[in-house]
């Protein structure tokens, strides 16, 4: 599910404004056109959006994160019944959801990069699916009032494994999925064999999560890369077979764990694509050589899933997870503070910083792009990480939407949505079932994160280790490593962990 669009009577007005704005700014009047070799794939309703970039070297659509000297101003709207036939002009005034306080009718002066997206495609949670339509950039220089014309031309292609002789593809409808959302749900992944992979053998398998919405299709780099094939065809790679998952949901990405909102992605990949996967390449389903793995949200997930399914993984190797805990939700204490955009110093929280310790991006201006990524007008369904975190940790709310922890513009918290996150809250839920989880994790658990990780995500992770160092009947065991001055995901690499899926395998043996 992703596309949740009212019925909005929306015109785009054939006429511009071309009024010299307040405060130094100029209009800019934008008209519009479908160029004929993409009318046949147009689909009348879906969501407009107009990227300003002032970078040159940028492609202004790909910049959907407000990171300073690379953050495209953004414009979105809904709109139903669009023709694409004829030239129509931009209303300025139509409505738009927006990343900046100017308009179309103000922009300050400049030379920017313009690209328009059509957002048509129902079937995937972000606005780079594959089929919705798009402009080329182009630039302008706004010094005066501004007229340029733009067409949509372009369509964004289906994706694509590289061709590599270790390389499969897994396309498999879940049941479970599929019966929740009374349609056909599909999951994918790659799988990258040994280079010495022989069918009649079994082996030890890895299944990777990818940074947030990382995609199957990620594996490219790697086998695209020839001195990793290199090292992956020699005897010095381990023999196991990767498996990269997808991180494609419903809300942005799954998380690979059962949501209120999303569904049961948890019990789909545990129950039903694992042992497909098993069954099709691994000829075993031994839990004893089984490991997991990932960074940032992969982080966040593999050990989620080593935490909430301790039989079914034997080690887990995580590197900067999302916030682990949420006594420390980034910068947040969702269980005591009053507002997420706002400190109990009366400042405006920060969501990034550099590894120096400066505040890059606030939580407001984050939160402000992902309303405008979603065809709600708010992060609820923008397919970003808050989004994705709302749908996993959060009660179903209205209109199919998750219910948020708090409010898409004021930040206020909601303290009955912030009890219900506490399912979720790894700390908790060790702290309540270490009698029985405890003996289960032994030897199982490394955690890597650097202690100036650009998200603020070492303060979680500083918190649920002090909770494993405190333990007892058992005592814990995890390996937890913080590296100082380092950021996120600094540490990770696929030929690390690889290397240290061997290590323990021999510690098996």
């Known amino acids: 599910m992703k596309k949740i669009i009212p019925v909005l009577f929306l015109f785009f007005?054939?006429?511009?404004?071309?009024?010299?704005?307040?405060?130094?700014?100029?209009?800019?009047?934008?008209?519009?056109?479908?160029?004929?070799?993409?009318?046949?794939?147009?689909?009348?309703?879906?969501?407009?959006?107009?990227?300003?970039?002032?970078?040159?070297?940028?492609?202004?659509?790909?910049?959907?994160?407000?990171?300073?000297?690379?953050?495209?101003?953004?414009?979105?709207?809904?709109?139903?019944?669009?023709?694409p036939d004829g030239s129509i002009t931009l209303n300025p005034d139509a409505g738009w959801t927006k990343t900046t306080e100017w308009t179309f009718d103000n922009i300050p002066e400049?030379?920017?990069?313009?690209?328009?997206?059509?957002?048509?495609?129902?079937?995937?949670?972000?606005?780079?699916?594959?089929?919705?339509?798009?402009?080329?950039?182009?630039?302008?220089?706004v010094t005066e009032s501004t007229e340029v014309n733009v067409t949509i031309d372009q369509v964004i292609g289906e994706r694509e494994l590289a061709d590599f002789e270790l390389l499969h593809l897994v396309?498999?409808?879940?049941?479970?999925?599929?019966?929740?959302?009374?349609?056909?749900?599909?999951?994918?992944?790659?799988?990258?064999?040994?280079?010495?992979?022989?069918p009649d053998e079994s082996y030890p398998i890895r299944y990777n999560i990818a940074g947030y919405g990382g995609r199957y299709t990620r594996v490219n780099n790697l086998v695209n890369n020839s001195e990793f094939t290199g090292w992956w065809r020699s005897d010095d790679a381990p023999s196991v077979i990767n498996v990269f998952l997808d991180g494609e949901g419903p809300f942005g990405d799954s998380y690979q764990m059962d949501s209120e909102n999303s569904g049961p992605y948890g019990h789909a990949l545990i129950y039903e694509l694992i042992p497909h996967i098993e069954a099709e390449y691994r000829r075993t389903d031994s839990a004893k050589?089984?490991?997991?793995?990932?960074?940032?949200?992969?982080?966040?997930?593999?050990?989620?899933?080593?935490?909430?399914?301790?039989?079914?993984?034997?080690?887990?190797?995580?590197?900067?997870?999302?916030?682990?805990?949420?006594?420390?939700y980034q910068l947040i204490n969702i269980y005591e503070d009053e507002n997420a955009f706002v400190n109990e110093f009366g400042y405006e929280r920060p969501v990034m910083r550099s590894t120096m310790g400066e505040p890059m991006i606030s939580m407001r201006?984050?939160?402000?792009?992902?309303?405008?990524?979603?065809?709600?007008?708010?992060?609820?369904?923008?397919?970003?990480?808050?989004?994705?975190?709302?749908?996993?940790?959060?009660?179903?709310?209205?209109?199919?939407l998750?219910?948020?922890?708090?409010?898409?513009?004021?930040?206020?918290?909601?303290?009955?949505?912030?009890?219900?996150?506490?399912?979720?809250?790894?700390?908790?839920?060790?702290?309540?079932?270490?009698?029985?989880?405890?003996?289960?994790?032994?030897?199982?658990?490394?955690?890597?994160?650097?202690d100036m990780d650009q998200f603020y995500l070492n303060p979680a992770t500083r918190t649920f280790n002090k909770f494993l160092e405190n333990t007892e009947?058992?005592?814990?065991?995890?390996?937890?490593?913080?590296?100082?001055?380092?950021?996120?995901?600094?540490?990770?690499?696929?030929?690390?962990?690889?290397?240290?899926?061997?290590?323990?395998?021999?510690?098996?043996?």
Not at 126 to 132: E, H, K, L, Q, V
Not at 304 to 325: C, K, R
Request: charged content about 20%.
């Open 13 to 83: 007005l054939f006429t511009g404004c071309t009024a010299t704005g307040q405060n130094g700014g100029h209009s800019v009047t934008i008209n519009l056109s479908i160029s004929d070799g993409v009318k046949e794939s147009f689909e009348s309703d879906g969501r407009l959006y107009v990227f300003l970039n002032p970078n040159p070297a940028l492609e202004p659509m790909q910049q959907t994160w407000p990171i300073p000297g690379r953050k495209s101003h953004i414009f979105a709207i809904n709109r139903s019944g669009f023709s």
């Open 110 to 141: 400049g030379e920017y990069n313009i690209q328009i997206l059509w957002d048509q495609d129902t079937s995937e949670s972000r606005i780079n699916a594959p089929g919705n339509l798009h402009s080329e950039k182009q630039g302008i220089s």
């Open 171 to 198: 396309d498999f409808k879940s049941d479970t999925l599929s019966s929740w959302w009374e349609k056909p749900v599909h999951l994918k992944a790659s799988v990258l064999l040994p280079g010495n992979y022989d």
């Open 289 to 328: 050589t089984r490991f997991v793995d990932g960074c940032s949200t992969g982080g966040w997930v593999s050990l989620g899933l080593q935490l909430y399914y301790p039989d079914f993984f034997n080690g887990v190797f995580s590197y900067s997870p999302d916030a682990i805990e949420f006594e420390n």
């Open 365 to 400: 201006e984050f939160i402000a792009y992902e309303n405008v990524l979603g065809d709600s007008d708010t992060y609820l369904n923008s397919g970003g990480q808050f989004s994705a975190h709302t749908a996993l940790y959060s009660p179903r709310g209205e209109n199919g």
């Open 402 to 450: 998750p219910k948020p922890l708090f409010h898409p513009t004021k930040g206020e918290i909601d303290r009955e949505v912030a009890e219900h996150w506490k399912k979720y809250d790894f700390k908790i839920y060790a702290e309540q079932n270490w009698s029985t989880l405890g003996p289960k994790l032994r030897d199982k658990i490394y955690i890597w994160m650097g």
């Open 473 to 509: 009947n058992p005592a814990s065991d995890a390996e937890v490593i913080f590296t100082p001055m380092a950021g996120h995901c600094d540490r990770f690499s696929h030929k690390t962990v690889l290397m240290q899926i061997q290590e323990r395998l021999e510690e098996i043996r």
